[in-house]
Structures are given as C-alpha cells and as structure tokens.
C-alpha cells in the first residue's frame, strides 16, 4: 500500500507531541521531530483500536494485551493497575484516554450512528463517566465527519449541538493562560478547535501543540481528524513515524489502512 494512504494521523501528533508534554511550547515554532521523538500510551492504544476492529476482538482485551506488550509508554495511573487486573472493570473515568485512542473508529464506522455506538464501547471499557464517553464520541464523530466530506461549519455544529463543547474560542485567545489538564472536557474541544483553525495537516499539529497542556494527546486527537479532512499527511511525517514505530505496529497500520481506508 502506498505511504500516503496509510492512517497514521493521529499517531503523528501523539509521537511529534512526545517531547513537548512536559516541556510545552507556546509557538507554533518548533522542531517536528528530534532524536527524542518517541511513541507513547496514545499510539499503542491507538493501535490496539485498530487491532480489535481487524480481529473483531472486545476493546478491553486489546487495550489489556497492548498495555502488557508495551510498557513504560506514559499510561496514567488508574489505567496502569486496569492493564494488569485479573478482573478489570471500567473505573469513571473523565480523562481524555478514551479520546486519544478513538480515532480508528472514524474510518471504521458506516454511520453516525454506528460511530457514536462503537465509540461509546470503546470508551467504557475504562472511561464509562459521561465526559470520558462524550470525549471519544465527539471525537469519533468529527472523524467520520471528516472523511465522508462534511465542511468545517458543518462538524463544528454538530459537536456544538451534540455535545455543548464551546468551540468559538480561537486558539491565540486559549494559548497564554492553558495548562495541563488531563480530562476530555478540558482538552477535547481545543483539540478540535485546532483542527478547525488549522489550514492543513501539519498546521493543525502545530496549533494543537502550541497551546501546551498534554501535547502529545491533544496533538493525537487533533491528527485523526485533520488526516480525515485534509486526507494526507505529508511524506516527510508519514517517514518519520514508520522509523520510529517497530514493524509489528506498522503491520497493523498497513492491514487496517488496506481495509478502512475508502
């Protein structure tokens, strides 16, 4: 399959959002990638996403499996002992890891319906409070959205009506005074903001990260639905993902992106 059509947007946020999490920029001014530039918790279970859509498995397992297999990626706490439970159940949680990992189901799904559906399962296995569900969601829509042709005004209406997310804001306006903030509610919808003030791809990246905050998850959210809507990312960015991932991961890309990407 050709580089360009694999789906890796939101895996390029999450791996050119790495190095900035903690060491955030309030520019839209800096490198891409350097040697620090890793993946973390967002495209494994990216992946894992991707991974129980192939093989139809049950989302919890896949996120279980890929968390064992991949260790020491950033999980949060919470999701750390979820992993390694013998018996793990869905703990309320609002944070924005089910919207980090949602993407896949963009390009999955036939329907609004069937996207909203999917996403909410996918979210609840973990994050089953209303705003961890709404986050995933909302994310999920966008991309479906997105990729079926829906304009700007047209997504942003509907997560505004859907989900009274407040998406009037400008990102200069939201940059001076974000901080870190882990929920879907605090992170989500800047996310998509970046998105819809973004004039392509790797503009959407930058704006994502210039805010500071939990770049590299605001940056993977902000990659699935620019990749959807601009349908590309650049050749330069796709390459540096594939020499960073390892090549079982790529597999899994490249199998998902030869089935959903239509």
């Not at 790797?202 to 704006?207: G, S």
């Not at 650049?234 to 959903?260: A, D, Q, T, W």
Request: with cysteine; hydrophobic share 35%; charged share 25%.
């Amino acid at each position: 399959m050709p580089k360009e059509k694999l789906i890796v947007g939101a895996i390029a946020g999450d791996i050119i959002g790495s190095v900035y999490e903690r060491h955030n920029v309030k520019t839209i001014d800096f490198d891409l990638f350097c040697r620090q530039s890793t993946f973390t918790d967002d495209s494994v279970l990216t992946l894992a996403t991707m991974d129980a859509i192939i093989n139809q498995k049950n989302y919890g397992e896949a996120y279980q499996l890929f968390g064992r297999n991949y260790p020491y990626r950033g999980y949060g706490r919470h999701f750390h002992s979820w992993i390694h439970s013998e018996n793990p159940e869905p703990y309320n949680s609002w944070g924005n890891g089910s919207a980090m990992r949602v993407s896949p189901i963009g390009w999955f799904g036939n329907s609004i319906e069937e996207v909203m559906a999917e996403a909410q399962k996918s979210a609840e296995v973990t994050h089953n409070h209303p705003e961890g569900i709404k986050g995933a969601q909302s994310t999920a829509a966008a991309i479906y959205m997105a990729r079926i042709g829906k304009n700007k005004n047209e997504i942003k209406k509907f997560i505004m009506d859907t989900f009274q997310y407040d998406l009037e804001r400008k990102i200069d306006d939201i940059r001076p005074n974000y901080g870190f903030d882990v929920s879907c509610q605090g992170s989500v919808p800047e996310a998509i903001i970046a998105f819809l003030e973004s004039a392509d791809f790797e503009n959407a990246i930058r704006l994502a990260i210039s805010i500071g905050g939990d770049s590299d998850t605001i940056a993977c959210i902000t990659g699935g639905i620019a990749e959807a809507y601009y349908q590309t990312v650049p050749e330069n960015i796709i390459e540096n993902v594939l020499n960073i991932l390892p090549n079982e991961l790529i597999k899994i890309i490249e199998k998902f992106s030869i089935k959903y990407r239509r």
